[in-house]
Each structure stands twice: as structure tokens, then as C-alpha cells.
């Protein structure tokens, strides 16, 4: 199959390549540029292991063809890491309140919770809920990762304000 | 008291055994940096992809590879043709069966696997199964097992035709494949015919999915130069692996590498041996190449690994105020096509002679038939261990149509029939020995703190509510208090392929007082990494932090059966405490040197031997890692080093009491599960933190399977549930929330008292959900009702008992 050229813009970086039309977002950026924090559980949209940020939204990249990426601005979980290595704050709440176990989830739970901490700077429990339900967890059962979230609402709240 | 304090503030600086340490895991998979199977890439790496039968029974005419193999990057076409001049188109199963590779004349089940292609990236790899041509004739479908079962029933296993022997004694049908008891039959039946009371019921536990987020998968590399196979693979027990492979294979096993990279979550799901990793190992042999084989969830949910699928009849006896006096039980257990259940050999239907629970019930019968289908193969154990939920469901079911029987309270008659403190180690009528327990004590704390009384009678207003036309809402009490047996096992009893279920750490202490372990273990999700540095951390004196843990690479790994079963704790935790035992009686030995002192006038303080009397005399672990490789000391070798298998001396006994309290909406069949408390009593708690995430994850699988997962199958054996659109995964949405509690009964075998949990939870709370929706609907007449309890079958409930408006 005849390749197309596409370029676009990963956790700040611009990067380009040659993928065939029908290449999906997630297995360019795992097999092409070896992001392998975006992970793939079902391929059918349903479980959301593979969630990233594009374009200020939360989408699920086993979904979007890479061409379709072309000229976005993608960020997945390791762009989420401040800029001296150290764990973002999302990232360091799902450790402190043990949100994860195997963790083949938690990238896309990270990335997503980015996202709705964005558009929902104070949810609410039910809100975080609601807000999560596009990604399974296997291990968790969830009640850890409501806990990181709403824990990294006041952290980057507290962090806005003493900004400001 | 000046010294006790540092003693303390040390003990807490170990970060050992009791606290909630964080896991070191954490800091890699929160930013994407895990290393999970599907993100291995080697130099040249293909990819192969399977060509799945689209029935449930077919004779496979002919299979056309030519176009496939025209197909642009692919390099290959591997049908049964191909690997049985290997000896490879069959492989033995876990329970002493066997299994096709690839279709071999027949397939047996939709889903199932007759040609493996290889191409040079997944894409091409999917062009080339398009373009295989498979011509198939359809034949008679047999789904349910007790048509299996009937006289004239289509022979599934012509393989095995004339075959009345198994692998675990007669068959008495073509599609019969044992029948394995336990208990006493006639007795049982004595006290059953002679009962003031009886009740009887069939207690379904329907097929279902361990389904973890990761799918199954390995990458087979086999380097010609040196001869030496290196296969990466979701394996929950990598050397049983190294050892299958070497055998089928043929390869020598010192050649054969088998690593374990993280696993994305096994659930059972992981145990076994897959056409995948044959096929693959096949695919890099013929090609020179590495080739990766992951599955999609379609093929997941279809071909590896489905649970339960348990028919039980039971019967439970009891005097007319409710002391129980005889348990029977009857199960038929469908295997699907191939009997691929993972089971210790002698076990080919687990533990399920557990069934007796928590009870003392002096008499018992249980029998069990397998018996073939057109369906997956598997029966593994979906977080629990061997057939426990299975044995825990039933018994946690008969003990409420008891109640129902005997109208009276079923938590009471609980109470009535626990097996008491003072009668452990308890000798069950099945068999077993029950290490320890203190069930009432327990039980009292868990109705006590769900404020029992007050929500039975909130109950009793409710349906006086409901019966006055106020209220179109139910409340249901569900109950359970349960007893899992875990750790298998003694290598007397309890083997694998032969292979005796032991398990095994060894560990070593650098110079500057660090340490590296490693196990035959392998974690998916337990945090091995972080808990079993703090056992050493607790047992040697040196601190967590600096304690590397490695399991999954047998290369390097000391031989263990892996985990699974909730074995981790109970066998490879007590390997670790001896192990670091052994370390720490030879630094004692070094301390007594250095401080010119006998052995036995030391004491052993924390991190330190000090001399008795004598607090200002001692030497530091640390310390005494140092002199080991720095100081010749007569009759002492260098280094500080041990290794220890641990055999078991029994299993062990965690159990619980878990009650749910649901609101059950009887128009719609929607319910809400307004609280959920968990008491679990595992023994010893290394890491109360990842204690309770174990509880709300196995929790959360339990409300799955309750209330809505289902592997489900049409009368043609077309699979029904093979997406996550229609198998039902809770998100965190529907998820209740869990209330966690315990109280600690140590197991007085196990080196430091430790039982296991990781399963408890899913085994206790599927018949906790499924009480809570019976208990619902108790005083309108229902008695039993197959989960899962999703909101049509629930409406269904309500329909039949009349609850709904003309
Ligand atoms: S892999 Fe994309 S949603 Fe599951
Ligand atoms: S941590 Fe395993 S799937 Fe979420």
C-alpha cells in the first residue's frame, strides 16, 4: 500500500513520517516513534488504554488514522512529566493513593484525568466518575483513581492560585 | 524506654512488613515507561496473526494458502500440515489432555485457531488471514453439557474415540471426560434421607472471562548462531513455560529463555499454554526471525482462557433449628472442547471440595463430571484459586435456600454453623485441613459495623412500603462470609505437569549493604516489587529501599511455579522470609566474630545484633555485609548470599465477611449498590495500602461477574459476547464503593503468618452481590436465580414473581 508523509507535533516535538492511509494513531506512535506509553486493550474504542490528548481533547487514538493526526498537537503520559524529569502531579497523586496495579491502564487514566481536570478544574466525585467512565481499569476498581484525581484537583488548583 | 523508641524509629525507617509502603513500580508505569510485551520491538521483528474458524463445529476440508502467501509482507503460512511432522500440531494441555495447535481435520469451537501467518507488520499479517480460503462442512453443535451428555449426542473428540481411560480415570461417554469425588456417598445420602430438613437447588455459575486490560501475547526469538530461544510472553509462570516449551520442543531447556516483562494483568488469564506462543516459536524458527503474536480482545474473549461454567446440584440437610448435617453436590463442568482447565494434576476440578466453606458440616459428598462442548477451552481460575468461587458461590447459595427453607435469619444461621475458633486446625468432611480461622469474631465485627438490625428492619418497612404502592423499590441484604484455600500447595498434593508446586527466592547482599532478590514469582499487578522487599526489609534488618527485586527471567530467577492461585504470598513469601533467614543466621555468625563473642550471646534488634546486656555492643546488617566481603573469617565462606524453595506444609486459610446492601428498581431492573463492606482476615498484612487495592479490584470483578459478564453462546456456538461492547467490563461509573476491614488470624504454618488476598475479594463477593439481589425479591417468593443479575434478568425476576402492574 502507497505511504503518505505526515507531520505532527508529539509532547512538544515535531515529528514526521511515512504511514499508510489506513495506519491508526496508536501504532504510529508506538511502532513508528516508540511511544509505548499509550497502550492498546481493545482496538474498538471501548476501553480507552490508548487515550491521548489532541488538540486540546481527549481521544481515543485506536480510533483516529494517523492522517487525520497530521498537523495536530498530540501530548500521551510521557509528556505529562515536568520538565525536570520528576512525576507530574497527576502522575505523583496515582502513586501516592496507589491508583494503579498493573498499570497498563494508567496512561490513558493519567492522560484523560489531564484532560478533565482541564475542562473541570473542581469536580465533584460524581463528576470524576462520569468524567473517567471511557477508561477500564482491570485492577483498581476505580475507588483509588477517583481518589488521585480529586487529590490532584486541590494540588493544581493550590498550584494555580499561588501562581497567580 | 529510650532505647525502645530508636528501636521503633529504626523499624519504621526499614519501611517493612505493616506499612503502607508506596510502590516502586509506580514511578515507571505513571509515565508511560512500563515494559509490557506488545512494546518489545527486536531487529527484524515480524508479526504473525491467526485464521479463526467461524463455527463452533466443522470438518475442515481444505485450507488454500495459496493467495495468502501472494498477500505483500507475507513471509509464511503455518497450517497443522506444517507442524505435525514437528510433533506440533497437538500440544498437551494443564489437565492432561490435549489440544490442537491448529485445526488437525476438525474445529471445535468458533474462534478457534487453523492457520498462523506471518508477515512483516500487523497490517499485512490481518491482509494475509483475509486472503487464507478455508473450506469447512458444518456438523451438529452441541453447547449445552448435559445434551453432551445424552446417548445419541454428536462425538466432539474423535481423537479419542474408543478411549473410555482419561487422564484422571474412566470416561463413561464419548464426550465424558472424568468424573472426580470426594466425601463419603452413601453416608451423606444416610443423613440426606434421614434430615429433619433438606433443601435442593441447582446452583449455576455461569462461563465468564478474566479479560485483563493487556490480551495475551509473546515475542519468540530464536537466534541461529547460538542456538538459544528467547521467547518474552505474558506468562503468569515462566519457567513452567521454559519447561513446556523444552519438552514439546524439544529444544534443551538451558537453551530456552523465557522472560516475563510487566504484565498488563492475568487474573488467571495468563496461566496457560496458547496456540499463539507454539506458533510463534514455530514462525521464528522457519523464518530466522523474531515474531510477535498479540491478541486482539476479540480473540482473547474467544480462545484463551474462559472461567467457571459450573453446573451444581446441591442438597443441604439440617435439623429443624438449623444445625446443618450433611452437604451433596453434583456438578457438571463444561470444558468446551479440549480440557484445558489449569489445575493441579489430581485436582482436575480445583479446590471445589472446598465447598464446605466456612461451615462445620460433619458430612459431605461432592462429585463432579467434565464434560466436552463446543465451546472454548480454558476453566482457569479467574482471580481465585482452582474452582474456590465456584465451591465459595455454591456453598454461600445453599446456605441461603436453607435459610428460605427454614424461615429463618440467614446471617444467624451462619452464626449456628461456623466451624469455631477453638476447632482449628479443622478437619472438613471433604478433606481439607483448615490451618486457622476465628469466623465468629469476624462475622460479629462486620454486622455490627453495617448496623445489621437497623437495616433489616429498614428492609421490613420497605416492603410493607412497596406491598402499600409507595415504593417500586426493593432493598436486598446480601451476605457471605467465606474461606478460601490458597497457596498450593504441598508438592505432595499438588503438582504441575509433574512439576511440584514449590516456589523459591534467592537473595544477595552487596558489600554496601544493598540487596538484590529474586523470585520464581512473577508480578501482574501485586506490587511483588515493592511488598516482598519489605518482608526481607523486615526479616534482615536493611531497608526496603534498597532492596531490588527481580522475578520473570528464568535465566536469572531461581525455578518457581509462578503466580497464580493467590500463591505468591502464602509459598514465594515464605521462600523469601527463609531465605532471608539463612542470611541473617550467617551474619550473626560474622557479628559474633567481630565482636568476639558466641553466637548465642547476641540478640537480634531491628537491623542489628547487639550483645546481650550490653546495648552499646553490636554490629549493624550493614556493618556485617561489609565484613562478609571483607574479612576472612575462619569457617565462614565469603559473600552473604542465600536462596530457599519452600515446599509448604499446608495451604493456607484467608477468609471473610462481606456484606452489600442494593436497592433494586423492580420496573426497570436497575440496581444500586448503596454500601459495601469487605472484612478480610489474610494473616499477617505486609502492605495494608496495597491490601485494600486488591479488595476494591477483585471487588469490582466480583460486581462484574454478578451483575452482568457473561460468556455467552448461541445454539450454533456463535460466540456472543466477543467485544467489550457486549462483555461487560464496569467502568467507574456503575463501580460501587468498598468499606474495607479486617481483623488478623495468623496461619501458624507459614514462616511469617501471612495467607494471601489477592483473590479473597472476588471469590467473596460474587455471592455477596447475588445474595443482595435474592434477598431482594426473598419475601415474594423467589429462591434461586442465575447471575448475572443485569437489569433484564433482574426485571425477568420481577416479572415472573407477578411484582409488575397488569
Ligand atoms: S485500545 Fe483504544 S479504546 Fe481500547
Ligand atoms: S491498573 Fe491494571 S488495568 Fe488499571
Known amino acids: ?164 | 524506654m529510650k532505647d525502645e523508641v530508636t528501636s521503633k524509629d529504626r523499624a519504621a525507617g526499614l519501611k517493612g512488613m505493616g506499612t503502607s509502603r508506596k510502590r516502586v513500580e509506580d514511578v515507571r508505569f505513571t509515565q508511560g515507561k512500563g515494559n509490557y510485551v506488545d512494546d518489545i520491538k527486536l531487529d527484524g521483528m515480524l508479526f504473525g496473526d491467526f485464521v479463526r474458524s467461524p463455527y463452533a463445529h466443522a470438518k475442515v476440508v481444505n485450507i488454500d494458502t495459496s493467495a495468502a502467501m501472494k498477500v505483500p509482507g507475507v513471509l509464511a503460512v503455518l497450517t497443522a500440515k506444517e507442524l505435525a511432522p514437528l510433533g506440533l500440531h497437538w500440544m498437551p494441555t494443564l489437565a492432561g489432555d490435549k489440544q490442537m495447535v491448529l485445526a488437525d481435520g476438525k474445529v471445535l469451537f468458533q474462534g478457534q485457531e487453523v492457520a498462523f501467518v506471518v508477515a512483516t507488520d500487523r497490517y499485512a499479517a490481518a491482509d494475509g488471514v483475509e486472503a487464507v480460503e478455508v473450506d469447512y462442512e458444518e456438523l451438529p453443535v452441541v453447547v449445552d453439557p448435559f445434551k453432551a451428555m445424552e446417548p445419541d449426542a454428536p462425538v466432539l473428540r474423535e481423537d479419542l474415540a474408543g478411549k473410555m481411560e482419561g487422564a484422571h480415570g474412566p470416561r463413561k461417554h464419548h464426550n465424558h471426560i472424568f468424573t472426580w469425588e470426594a466425601g463419603e456417598k452413601d453416608a451423606t445420602e444416610k443423613v440426606l434421607s434421614g434430615a429433619d430438613v433438606v433443601a435442593e437447588e441447582m446452583v449455576y455459575y455461569h462461563r465468564t472471562h478474566p479479560c485483563p486490560l493487556e490480551t495475551c501475547g509473546c515475542v519468540a526469538s530464536m537466534d541461529k548462531v547460538t542456538g538459544k530461544l528467547t521467547l518474552y510472553g505474558t506468562f503468569q509462570a515462566p519457567h513452567a513455560i521454559r519447561t513446556v516449551v523444552a519438552l514439546i520442543s524439544g529444544i534443551a531447556e538451558h537453551n530456552i529463555r523465557v522472560i516475563s516483562p510487566d504484565i498488563g494483568g492475568g487474573f488467571g488469564n495468563k496461566v496457560g499454554a496458547y496456540s499463539g506462543y507454539v506458533c510463534s516459536v514455530v514462525a521464528s524458527i522457519v523464518t530466522g526471525k523474531p515474531v510477535k503474536w498479540v491478541e486482539d480482545r476479540m480473540d482473547n474473549l474467544m480462545s484463551t482462557a474462559f472461567a467457571r461454567d459450573y453446573w451444581m446440584q446441591g442438597k443441604i440437610a439440617a435439623t429443624k433449628d438449623g444445625k446443618i448435617t450433611g452437604l451433596w453436590c453434583h456438578t457438571t463442568a463444561d470444558h468446551g472442547g479440549f480440557d484445558a482447565c489449569a489445575d493441579p494434576t489430581k485436582f482436575p476440578a480445583g479446590f471445589m471440595n472446598i465447598c464446605t466453606g466456612s461451615y462445620d458440616i460433619p458430612t459431605a459428598y461432592l462429585a463432579v463430571d467434565g464434560v466436552y462442548t463446543n465451546k472454548a477451552p480454558g476453566g482457569v481460575a479467574y482471580r481465585c484459586s482452582f474452582r474456590v468461587t465456584e465451591a465459595a458461590y455454591f456453598i454461600e447459595r445453599m446456605i441461603e435456600v436453607l435459610a428460605i427453607k427454614l424461615n429463618m435469619d440467614a446471617a444467624e444461621l451462619r452464626r449456628i454453623n461456623f466451624i469455631r475458633k477453638d476447632q482449628f486446625p479443622y478437619n472438613s468432611a471433604l478433606g481439607w485441613e483448615y490451618d486457622s480461622g476465628d469466623y465468629h469474631t469476624a462475622w460479629d465485627k462486620a454486622l455490627k459495623a453495617v448496623g445489621y438490625d437497623a437495616l433489616r428492619a429498614e428492609q421490613a418497612q420497605r416492603i410493607a412500603d412497596f406491598k402499600a404502592g409507595k415504593t417500586r423499590k426493593l432493598m436486598g441484604i446480601g451476605l457471605t462470609h467465606f474461606t478460601e484455600i490458597v497457596g498450593a500447595g504441598p508438592v505432595k498434593n499438588c503438582d504441575i505437569l509433574g512439576l511440584g508446586m514449590f516456589d523459591s527466592c534467592e537473595i544477595r547482599i552487596h558489600p554496601t549493604g544493598s540487596a538484590i532478590a529474586r523470585l520464581g514469582t512473577i508480578s501482574q499487578g501485586q506490587g511483588h516489587a515493592t511488598t516482598f522487599a519489605q518482608i526481607i526489609a523486615s526479616e534482615i534488618g536493611l531497608p526496603a529501599d534498597d532492596i531490588t527485586l527481580e522475578e520473570g527471567d528464568t535465566d536469572t530467577a531461581p525455578y518457581g511455579l509462578g503466580t497464580y492461585g493467590s500463591r505468591s504470598t502464602p509459598v514465594a513469601g515464605a521462600a523469601t522470609a527463609m531465605a532471608a533467614r539463612k542470611i541473617r543466621a550467617k551474619a550473626q555468625m560474622i557479628a559474633a566474630y567481630l565482636l568476639e563473642v558466641h553466637d548465642d550471646d547476641l540478640e537480634w534488634d531491628v537491623d542489628r545484633f547487639v550483645v546481650k546486656g550490653d546495648a552499646t555492643r553490636f554490629k549493624t546488617m550493614k556493618e556485617l555485609a561489609f565484613a562478609a566481603y571483607n574479612k576472612a573469617i575462619p569457617g565462614l565462606e565469603p559473600g552473604l548470599e542465600a536462596v530457599s524453595y519452600y515446599d509448604p506444609p499446608n495451604m493456607t486459610y484467608p477468609f471473610g465477611a462481606y456484606i452489600c446492601v442494593m436497592d433494586i428498581d423492580v420496573d426497570t431492573g436497575e440496581h444500586d449498590v448503596r454500601q459495601f463492606y469487605a472484612l478480610d482476615d489474610c494473616g499477617t498484612r505486609i502492605n495494608p495500602m496495597i491490601i485494600e487495592g486488591q479488595v476494591h479490584g477483585g471487588c469490582t470483578e466480583g460486581y462484574a461477574i454478578a451483575m452482568g459478564q457473561e460468556i455467552a453462546y448461541d445454539e450454533m456456538g456463535n460466540h456472543k459476547t466477543a467485544t467489550l461492547m457486549d462483555f461487560f467490563l464496569p467502568t467507574a461509573w456503575e463501580t460501587p464503593t468498598y468499606t474495607t476491614d479486617f481483623t488478623v488470624t495468623p496461619s501458624p504454618h507459614h514462616p511469617i503468618g501471612a495467607k494471601g488476598v489477592g483473590e479473597s475479594p472476588n471469590v467473596g463477593s460474587v455471592p455477596c452481590f447475588s445474595n443482595a439481589v435474592h434477598d431482594a425479591f426473598r419475601h415474594f417468593g423467589l429462591v434461586q436465580s442465575h447471575m448475572p443479575h443485569d437489569h433484564w434478568r433482574i426485571w425477568k425476576i420481577a416479572e415472573d414473581l407477578g411484582l409488575h402492574a397488569e
Open chain 1, 1 to 164: 500500500m502507497s505511504k503518505m508523509h505526515v507531520k505532527l507535533k508529539v509532547n512538544g516535538q515535531e515529528v514526521e513520517g511515512l504511514a499508510e492511509p489506513r495506519t491508526l494513531l496508536i501504532h504510529f506512535l508506538r511502532e513508528n516513534l516508540r511511544i509505548t506509553g499509550p497502550h492498546i486493550g481493545c482496538e474498538t474504542s471501548h476501553c480507552g488504554a490508548c487515550t491521548v490528548d489532541m488538540n486540546g481533547k481527549s481521544v481515543k487514538s485506536c480510533t483516529v488514522f494517523v492522517a487525520q493526526a497530521n498537523g495536530a498537537d498530540v501530548t500521551t503520559v510521557e509528556g505529562l512529566v515536568n520538565a525536570d524529569g520528576s512525576l507530574g502531579v497527576i502522575q505523583e497523586m496515582f502513586r501516592e493513593h496507589h491508583g494503579l496495579q498493573c498499570g497498563f491502564c494508567t496512561p490513558g487514566m493519567i492522560t484523560r484525568a489531564h484532560r478533565l481536570l482541564q475542562e473541570n478544574p473542581s469536580p465533584t466525585e460524581e463528576e470524576v466518575r462520569f468524567g473517567m467512565a471511557g477508561n477500564l481499569c482491570r485492577c483498581t476498581g476505580y475507588q483509588n483513581i477517583v481518589k488521585a484525581i480529586l487529590a490532584s484537583a486541590d494540588l493544581l488548583k493550590g498550584q494555580k492560585e499561588a501562581a497567580e
